[in-house]
């Protein structure tokens, strides 16, 4: 099942959404729906967390979490 990043053009806030079918998206921290699409992924699961192959910092991390982050 795909897994969209977007960022929020409201708020800047970033999250990863599994999108089912023709679900709208909308941030859940502002309720915009004004989101970029990052980029997809097909998420690998490791524990709770979904990682991504980004090679670029911090491209995982969201307001709540920077635990993958190297910097
Ligand atoms: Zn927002």
Excluded: H, Q
Excluded at 5 to 15: D, V
Excluded at 19 to 27: A, D, L, N
Excluded at 34 to 44: A, E, H, N, Q
Excluded at 55 to 66: E, I, L, P, Q, R
């Amino acid at each position: 099942m795909p897994i969209f990043e977007y960022k929020c053009s409201e708020c800047g806030n970033r999250f990863e959404k599994l999108v089912r079918g023709k679900e709208r998206v909308s941030c859940p921290a502002c309720s915009s729906r004004r989101l970029t699409k990052l980029f997809s992924t097909f998420g690998v699961k490791s524990g709770d967390k979904f990682t991504t192959s980004s090679g670029s910092s911090c491209d995982t991390c969201s307001a709540t979490s920077c635990a993958g982050c190297k910097d």
